[in-house]
């Protein structure tokens, strides 16, 4: 039963992942200009664009184009930037450990804020403590993330000079982490998103738990509050977050990719904004379907931790 349930989730990832990648295929040479004008610029004469469309397969029908893009990934060949002058792959192996460390992180710093946010307001629901929580909570989650790291660039990088208004600009892992200072904004700035969101599903989780059977059970047996609360109310509070972690993997990519632009942070949401300013289509396919399979394999992820951790859950 697991098995199966397995490959129909596996089956339905490659399809969302293949209708993702014919739609962004698709859009990207609708855009006006095509990729000859954006590669060779305004200059360049209907002869060169002729030579260059042909050269490179694009005066072939859009399906055969496409067939052939589909099959250099296949083999790991992303296709060539050539505003950039290196391999699609190269570049995302380059800036893709530095999108991941600012998602990390700020996930990582979300839930140890949020789970004792949650609860906290789940014990003090309807209290003018819980009201106040929220109303920064929707805040926060309403706020877009360039209006919120500009917000804290002006108070804490202009005004207080306690962090640089820029993030680490290294080449490497090692020259990003050795300007720690620099990635308190950046990840200040998607943490502080994500916290209005988790917090709200831990809240929520934890006042239904609150009422369960278990729960009167266990404090008529004699346990403490604190020991139904850790060993018993939080475990299974926590559940619904694996599901929001699968999910909320685009929302963070989203994010990081303003956030990347407002902090000049050289991420992948940075190399995309770039590149969708000059139409480099190979950079704006290559991520694209990078962000599709990480964010079905996410929520693949999420199902099954979802139903590992909750046996009342079929397959």
């Known amino acids: ?59 072939r ?4 184009q496409f067939l052939h893009w589909a099959g250099g990934v296949l083999h790991g060949d992303l296709g060539y930037s050539y505003k950039l002058n290196q391999p699609v792959l190269d570049v995302i192996t380059e800036h893709l450990p530095k999108t991941l460390i600012l998602m990390t992180l700020s996930t990582v710093v979300a839930l140890i804020v949020a789970v004792p946010i949650g609860i906290y307001q789940a014990r003090s629901r309807n209290t003018l403590g819980d009201y106040t929580v929220t109303g920064l909570s929707f805040a926060f989650y309403a706020m877009p993330s360039f209006f919120l790291g500009e917000l804290l660039i002006l108070l804490f990088a202009i005004e207080l000079h306690w962090f640089p208004p820029v993030g680490p600009n290294g080449d490497s892992l090692a020259e990003i982490f050795g300007q720690v200072s620099g990635l308190v904004l950046p990840v200040s700035t998607l943490a502080l998103i994500t916290i209005a969101s988790f917090s709200r599903y831990v809240r929520s989780s934890v006042m239904e738990n609150l009422q369960q059977d278990y729960v009167r059970t266990a404090l008529a047996g004699g346990a403490s509050d604190g020991r139904v609360l850790l060993r018993h109310v939080l475990r299974n509070s926590l559940i619904p977050i694996v599901t929001l972690l699968g999910i909320t993997l685009p929302n963070l990519f989203a994010g990081a990719l303003i956030t990347e632009q407002v902090f000049n942070y050289p991420g992948m949401g940075f190399i995309f904004v770039q590149g969708a300013q000059v139409h480099d289509y190979p950079i704006l396919l290559g991520i694209g379907l990078l962000v599709a399979i990480a964010t079905v394999v996410g929520s693949l992820l999420a199902d099954i931790g979802y139903a590992v951790l909750d046996p009342r859950v079929k397959y």
């Open 61 to 64: 029908p859009l399906f055969a």
């Open 1 to 59: 039963m697991v098995t199966g349930y397995l490959l129909r989730r596996v089956l339905q990832s490659v399809i969302v992942v293949v209708l993702v990648a014919v739609l962004t295929f698709t859009l990207l040479q609708l855009l006006p200009g095509g990729p000859a004008r954006a590669i060779l610029g305004p200059k360049a004469t209907p002869q060169q664009i002729d030579t260059f469309m042909h050269q490179n397969g694009y005066d």
